[in-house]
């Protein structure tokens, strides 16, 4: 009888432990990915230094970043050179990391948030706000700002205005993810129509611009942009990865979260408010490149499963890598014309969605 | 002019396309085969159309933006227009922007601003169309698409009109073929050839390698990447090397390019679109770009040699662009232009077109345009 | 822990789903909520979870209102089992579960959280399923899996909203056994809503009988399950027989008016 006991005992510590090895297991495969990810996005981010217009050899590339991490150790290169790296491909491929990064974390958190899996950092018309502020800054010169920010100010302010709307509104009536959607859908075709009617009192040039900047690029991507891009990032992104933990008792339905100890309403709101935050800032300065927010998480959950503590962060890096590869795509494949980075957004992260899917046969959450 | 920018996007975007899908067959035309000669006038219009006009035309309904009022305009036919595009009535009747930037064609038929507004090509009101009984309708080439809908729907002769480049000769010839002013139209034509002769005439001696790169930055607007075109004329003709038509593959309009590929392209000059450079703020000047971090570098900006120039901006008038010839030539080439005196021949040749002394000088003042020094 | 409802008035509309219900339950207490359909049980359920906002009355735990309290307080106490859960994402069942520790831990799991989680899953003998995909497992076991999730948290009130109905007879009597094991040997109280009022009666120290938004009958399963209140609360004529120690209700026929 005892030894029965004992036996039975340790029969179940072994299945425990089994569980356990087995989860862990499977949480280190998931870690895994995040590190091939990340050395995947380090060894491109050196590759894609390298490539560019301007001819120079890989040492001479390198040199440049060798000498502005070690100034005194590595002698200056050339002035066009490092002023090619430096001021040109670095800010840029920054840039598109950390944009790409952005918008697939708010496409990651938005989904859920919004239990919706065609939601984006888009659903709730931040985009259209921002076109809106761009073309009323474009065609009438009215703008918040000045100077190289003329633009950015406006579709920033825009863009925020939307999704502002839409929290107050929602706050008022208790904020189901219904109704957000419906309200940002009709939020959305306001503002289309509002910027079809300026492009009706615009120049041909105006028009031309309004639709440049709707298209989306990456080339505003100086130093100057990412001080104001990285500390929003800095801020946002590790928020919204601690609160991914949230997301996924939310999918679990309303009810269910707030059982379990989630102020849903008050996190909805919050996590919001932060992924339109983010999203404001990068495409104020890129113009609109949605469709990373949108397919990233996707492919993300398709490698992953649903664990929303993964998929945020695996998201992030999927997005960056998406966008940047993207981009040096785009200038590269007919070079010199830069293909809008949109348009390459969606050559590349379409086959590899759709290779995905037909592989996975699951669907897609 | 709208439509075709949005068409050279639409382009653009739909060349990428066919690009990275590797391969796609060459596009068909499908030219509209008369078989049967017909009274009347027959033309050839800008996309391979042939219409049957019955009469020479006394009423002319424009779709276009403005190049179909413009050219007629300068065939001195103006009175035969009936009806005006949206964008064409607003040239005629806003203040502002919009004027300025057009203000040669404002100034030389300031009649036109009452005319009757007829829509645009892409959607024209077609019972407005017939209550003005036109005998032709002219609707932009970009919108080839609907010139038969169109006919169809009104019951009267459409005729495509404008492409890109300015020296286009042949419209014209079409143009006053319709509106019976063939005499005009060829004399136009003799006329810019002879002026563009005095111009290549000395260009031609430079050899291909002395040739001046230059780098076309259109729409330079703060916040959108650099853009440029490989299709205005005038740099060619006056002898210098657009960078922009020196790829592999060169879009036929605007295209983004990357500052980097100023930086490779090294240009020599740098013209910059600059209509009204005191109005608009976020438009870069002569002087931001002289002042722009990345392309310090460039033989340009080291030389100072960033000019303002009007282009293809308000559509693709031949009287400018002629004008401009001159004006990049001396830029160009201040030596071998040593005597050429750019705002007299300008004057001359916008008189020619338009019949008003002294626009090239008038248009240098109210916009601004021309007065680099 | 001990729930009091006092006076208790709810409508989603102008109309009363619930009309002062007055009940309360007591620490160790296992209680069956019966009542045909419409009577108002889940939104009961709901409002003592804390979930819906009465427009009237009161609810007290261990004598404190529950409309000052923070969910996350809330959700230290009860534990809440909803009548169907689907997740929009392809979560682990182990993960699923692991959803029951966020009460008491903020976001990084420890040890002893995954030690709750095991221990769970071993009551309600899914071991088994800890590594599937919550979607693709049957409904019965996700049933299973969200009563574990409800016993992860380590409350002192389970509520249970019609966690058996999707269930067949065996893995019925083996939530509700491990239900009853809760009860007697940790000491928390039940409160689940139950459609065959023989379970109810087998199982249950209380019963109560709402009907159109009131507590029809209240009191032990031989006070409540007597014929005249099934016959007019549920429209049906029955027969009572005492099998086995309980009450045992055996239909006869539908009644029509």
């Known amino acids: 009888m005892i030894q029965e006991n004992i036996a039975s005992h340790l029969k179940q510590k072994s299945d425990h432990e089994s569980i356990l090895i087995e989860y862990r297991k499977n949480n280190v495969k998931k870690i895994l990915l995040i590190t ?26 390198y040199q440049v970043i060798a000498h502005k991490i070690l100034p005194h150790w590595v002698d200056a290169p050339e002035v066009h050179i490092e002023r090619t790296v430096w001021l040109v491909r670095v800010p840029r491929l920054l840039t598109g990391l950390l944009v790409g990064f952005s918008l697939a974390v708010a496409g990651a958190v938005m989904q859920p948030v919004l239990r919706n899996p065609m939601a984006s950092p888009f659903t709730l018309g931040i985009s259209s706000g921002a076109g809106f502020g761009a073309a009323l800054a474009i065609i009438f010169g009215k703008s918040i700002g000045n100077g190289s920010y003329y633009i950015v100010a406006n579709a920033f302010c825009f863009s925020l205005f939307t999704s502002l709307i839409i929290l107050l509104l929602s706050k008022k009536k208790g904020a189901t993810p219904q109704m957000m959607i419906l309200i940002g859908i009709a939020l959305s075709h306001l503002f289309t129509a509002g910027t079809t009617v300026m492009q009706y009192f615009a120049e041909s040039w105006a028009t031309a611009e309004v639709v440049f900047w709707m298209v989306g690029s990456l080339s505003k991507g100086t130093w100057g942009t990412l001080k104001y891009i990285f500390p929003v990032v800095l801020l946002c992104v590790p928020f919204l990865i601690i609160k991914s933990w949230d997301l996924n008792s939310i999918g679990a339905g309303d009810d269910a979260a707030k059982s379990l100890g989630i102020n849903v309403e008050r996190t909805r709101i919050v996590l919001m408010v932060v992924a339109s935050l983010i999203t404001s800032t990068t495409i104020c300065f890129t113009g609109t490149i949605g469709f990373i927010g949108l397919v990233a998480p996707h492919i993300t959950r398709l490698m992953t499963g649903g664990d929303n503590r993964f998929v945020v962060p695996i998201s992030g890096l ?21 293909i809008p980075i949109g348009v390459m957004t969606s050559f590349m992260g379409v086959p590899l969605f759709i290779y995905l899917i037909v592989k996975m046969r699951r669907g897609l959450h | 002019m709208k439509n075709r920018v949005k068409n050279d996007i639409a382009f653009l975007l739909i060349g990428a396309m066919i690009f990275v899908l590797a391969g796609c067959g060459e596009a068909h035309h499908t030219k509209e085969q008369s078989s049967e000669r017909k009274e009347g006038i027959q033309v050839t219009d800008c996309v391979g159309r042939e219409v049957t006009l019955e009469k020479e035309a006394e009423k002319i309904v424009d779709l276009t933006m403005i190049d179909g009022v413009r050219t007629l305009v300068q065939l001195g036919a103006q009175d035969r227009v009936v009806g005006i595009s949206n964008q064409g009535s607003r040239i005629f009747n806003t203040e502002g922007m919009v004027k300025k930037n057009y203000v040669i064609v404002s100034q030389a038929a300031p009649e036109l601003k009452d005319l009757a507004v007829v829509g645009d090509s892409k959607e024209p009101n077609v019972e407005m169309i017939i209550s003005l009984k036109p005998d032709v309708i002219l609707v932009d080439s970009m919108a080839k698409n609907v010139a038969e809908h169109i006919q169809k729907q009104t019951n009267t002769p459409v005729v495509c009109v404008g492409s890109f480049g300015s020296f286009h000769y042949d419209m014209f010839r079409m143009l006053g073929k319709i509106v019976g002013k063939e005499e005009r139209a060829e004399e136009l034509v003799t006329f810019t050839k002879n002026k563009m002769k005095l111009v290549t005439d000395i260009t031609a001696g430079i050899g291909a390698d002395e040739r001046k790169r230059l780098f076309y930055w259109t729409h330079p607007f703060a916040g959108n990447a650099p853009k440029t075109n490989g299709n205005y004329e005038a ?15 060169i879009p036929e309009g605007v295209y983004e390019i990357t500052k980097e590929q100023i930086l490779a392209w090294d240009p020599a000059f740098i013209f910059l679109h600059s209509p009204f450079k005191e109005d608009l703020e976020g438009w870069l000047t002569a002087d931001s770009v002289k002042e722009d971090e990345v392309i310090q570098g460039t033989e340009a900006v080291v030389k100072g040699n960033v000019y303002p120039i009007k282009g293809e901006l308000s559509g693709w008038d031949m009287a400018t662009e002629a004008a401009e010839v001159f004006y990049v030539a001396k830029i160009l080439y201040p030596e071998r232009f040593q005597h050429l005196d750019v705002e007299k021949e300008g004057n001359e040749i916008l008189k020619k077109f338009y019949g008003i002394e002294g626009l090239y000088t008038d248009m240098s003042k109210q916009i601004k345009l021309y007065e680099w020094q | 822990m001990k729930i009091q409802v006092r006076d208790l008035e709810f409508g989603y509309t102008k109309e009363k789903i619930l009309k002062g219900i007055e009940l309360s339950i007591l620490p160790g207490e296992h209680v069956s909520i019966i009542g045909p359909n419409g009577a108002g049980k889940s939104t009961l359920i709901k409002c003592m979870d804390g979930l819906l906002k009465p427009q009237k009355g009161d609810i007290k735990i261990d004598g404190r209102c529950i409309r000052g309290m923070r969910r996350e307080q809330i959700a230290k106490k009860i534990g809440y089992v909803p009548q169907s859960s689907a997740s929009l994402f392809m979560l682990k069942v182990f993960d699923m579960v692991l959803l029951g520790r966020r009460p008491h831990t903020t976001w990084k799991s420890s040890e002893k959280d995954k030690k709750q989680v095991l221990n769970a899953l071993r009551l309600l003998n899914i071991e088994h399923l800890a590594m599937k995909n919550f979607n693709e497992i049957s409904g019965g076991q996700q049933q299973k899996v969200i009563v574990a999730r409800a016993i992860a948290q380590e409350t002192e009130m389970l509520l249970l909203d019609e966690a058996t109905s999707n269930l067949d007879i065996r893995h019925q009597l083996e939530v509700m056994d491990i239900v009853r094991r809760l009860v007697d040997e940790l000491g928390i109280s039940a409160v689940m809503i139950v459609h065959d009022l023989n379970i109810a009666a087998r199982y249950s120290d209380k019963i109560i009988m709402m009907h159109q938004g009131e507590i029809a009958a209240a009191g032990t399963p031989e006070e409540v399950l007597t014929e005249e209140n099934i016959s007019s609360v549920y429209g049906v004529e029955i027969c009572i027989e005492a099998i086995k120690d309980k009450p045992y209700v055996v239909p006869l026929k539908a009644k029509y008016a």
């Open chain 1, 318 to 338: 999927v997005g960056a890598l998406l966008l940047s590869v993207s981009d040096i795509a785009a200038m590269n494949i007919i070079s010199p014309v830069v």
């Open chain 1, 36 to 61: 091939v990810l990340a050395a995947a996005m380090i060894l491109f981010s050196l590759f894609a230094i390298t490539i560019g217009p301007v001819d120079m050899t890989l040492k001479d590339a």
């Open chain 2, 235 to 249: 740099f060619q003709l006056a002898g210098g090397k657009n960078v922009a038509s020196e790829g592999e593959v």
